[in-house]
């Protein structure tokens, strides 16, 4: 089946700690997109990616960083200057200039602090 | 201007009832209305849009209507069943800002049986 997978589906960070999310397609998407929810506020976009090796900064990019080495792949990491990491991350695709019509998303990663 | 606004924040609806969601927007720039429908530990999927040629859309039981002039927007879900429990997002975009979705705050519906 066509999707995208997020692993792992809970995380716990330490303080000071960097973690990596990861997000894998195969529906051969080229844009890639996360985003952050939190109760209350909607989803906020984080980073996109329009084709690989390419990437852009969304609404919250402060304290997050991402790569896009393959076009199925679209790591984002949650680095320590993210002071309140605790949220639901969603990763999401889109067909090339289908972006406002469809995207789809993976079933999330729950990040908590210890 | 770049806010799309939702309400109400949970919705509290008994089977067969009517549920609304509500979405407010403020830039006449946006042609291009999704919702978004998320259950419980997954993600959200696309649930029916509307562009703003149109006053209103009709997909089974969810129909959207718009309010051009108030800039406003809705969902109707009709003859509402437990299993439409769900979180429902509005969005809005412009074709000139690279495909991004602004998206609501989001509304919590529970239908009881």
């Known amino acids: 089946d066509g999707g995208i997978t997020q692993s792992p589906k809970y995380l716990f960070r330490k303080e000071g700690q960097n973690v990596t999310l990861s997000c894998e397609q195969n529906l051969n998407h080229d844009a890639m997109y996360w985003y952050r929810q939190d109760p209350g506020q909607g989803l906020r976009l984080i980073y996109y990616s329009q084709i690989v090796n390419d990437f852009q900064k969304g609404d919250i990019a402060e304290g997050y960083s991402v790569s896009r080495e393959k076009k199925e792949s679209f790591p984002l990491t949650v680095t320590s200057a993210q002071k309140n990491p605790t949220a639901f991350y969603l990763c999401?695709?889109?067909?090339?200039?289908?972006?406002?019509?469809?995207?789809?998303f993976g079933s999330g990663t729950q990040l908590s602090v210890l | 201007q770049q806010q799309v606004k939702q309400s109400p924040q949970s919705l509290i609806v008994q089977k067969g009832g009517i549920s609304i969601i509500n979405c407010a927007y403020e830039n006449t720039a946006f042609d291009y209305f999704p919702w978004y429908q998320q259950f419980p530990g997954k993600g959200p999927a696309l649930l029916i849009a509307i562009r703003p040629d149109v006053s209103e859309k009709k997909e089974g039981r969810f129909t959207i209507s718009f309010n051009k002039s108030a800039k406003q927007f809705s969902l109707h879900i009709m003859d509402s069943q437990p299993g439409d429990s769900a979180t429902y997002f509005c969005?809005?975009?412009?074709?000139?800002?690279?495909?991004?979705?602004?998206f609501g705050q989001g509304t919590t519906l529970q239908v009881k049986p």
């Open positions: 999401a695709s889109s067909k090339p200039g289908q972006a406002r019509e469809k995207l789809f």
């Open positions: 969005a809005a975009s412009m074709r000139s800002n690279t495909g991004k979705l602004i």
